[in-house]
């Protein structure tokens, strides 16, 4: 049976929060603890000055929110977006065991609706999250209006390798060893079959670059992370736009 790559919000919050206990475990497991380490070269794109106010939309349990206060220098606050609230649950309980509860808040909201001003926020990141929106466009354009003219984008979404003998490779373990993986260790059905169907289903990282331009951004880069599993786009608000 072909995995069910429907976006409903429902569906996607419910799945998420399904297997939110096992997330961060299963995370680093599925990535050999690569993950960490995209997460703080996104951070390190954003050349934060410690005055910057963030958002981190889809922050799930949060690791790219604490990597923003973590960084040296560190954002100044971070909020946290997600609709999944047992998600957002295990990221509150980090971010208190850090102390970072007067520094990082959380909203539970969706990504094409934040509950944030225009132009109020210095910097956005989302991880592993614009894959999963229903509507990516709508989500970049939302990302637009609540940066400030000249504040920056980070996003890290995972992407099908073309490269030789790396593309078979990658699409095996990812299509038949991580769905058994992810099924044994999450006890969930269908999330782990969900994950290669939505990365195959999302928009190639050329694409992708498009809809951040439709948007209005400027200054885009996508930049092929780990032989080009993952791509760190980056963006940036205009000055005058
Ligand atoms: C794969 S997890 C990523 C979590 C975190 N950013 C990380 O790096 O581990 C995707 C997260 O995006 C959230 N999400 C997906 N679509 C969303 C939407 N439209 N609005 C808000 N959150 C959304 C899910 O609930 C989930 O927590």
Not at 40 to 65: F, K, N, W
Not at 119 to 135: K, L, M, Q
Not at 181 to 191: E, F, K, P, T, W
Request: proline share 5%; charged share 20%.
């Amino acid at each position: 049976m072909e995995p069910n790559v429907s976006k409903s919000p429902d569906r996607i919050a419910s799945m998420f929060d399904a297997i939110a206990g096992r997330y961060d475990f299963l995370n680093h497991v599925l990535s050999a603890g690569i993950d960490r380490r995209w997460r703080r070269r996104a951070i390190q794109s954003l050349s934060l000055t410690g005055a910057e106010r963030v958002l981190d939309l889809c922050t799930g349990t949060a690791d790219l929110a604490i990597a923003a206060r973590t960084a040296r220098p560190a954002a100044r606050r971070v909020i946290g977006v997600d609709f999944a609230a047992a998600m957002l649950g295990i990221g509150r309980e980090k971010v208190r065991r850090r102390s970072f509860d007067g520094s990082i808040a959380f909203v539970r909201g969706d990504a094409t609706r934040v509950p944030v001003l225009d132009g109020s926020v210095d910097a956005v990141t989302v991880a592993f999250g614009i894959r999963n929106v229903e509507h990516s466009q709508a989500a970049c354009d939302e990302i637009y209006r609540v940066l400030a003219r000249g504040g920056r984008l980070a996003i890290l979404e995972f992407a099908v390798p073309t490269m030789p003998v790396v593309r078979p490779a990658y699409l095996w373990y990812f299509n038949h060893v991580l769905p058994r993986i992810g099924r044994a260790l999450s006890r969930h059905q269908v999330a782990y079959d969900y994950l290669p169907a939505s990365v195959g289903a999302f928009a190639a990282p050329g694409e992708f670059v498009t809809i951040l331009r439709q948007s209005g951004f400027s200054d885009i880069s996508a930049v092929p992370l780990t032989l080009g599993i993952v791509f760190l786009y980056t963006a940036r608000r205009g000055s005058g736009g």
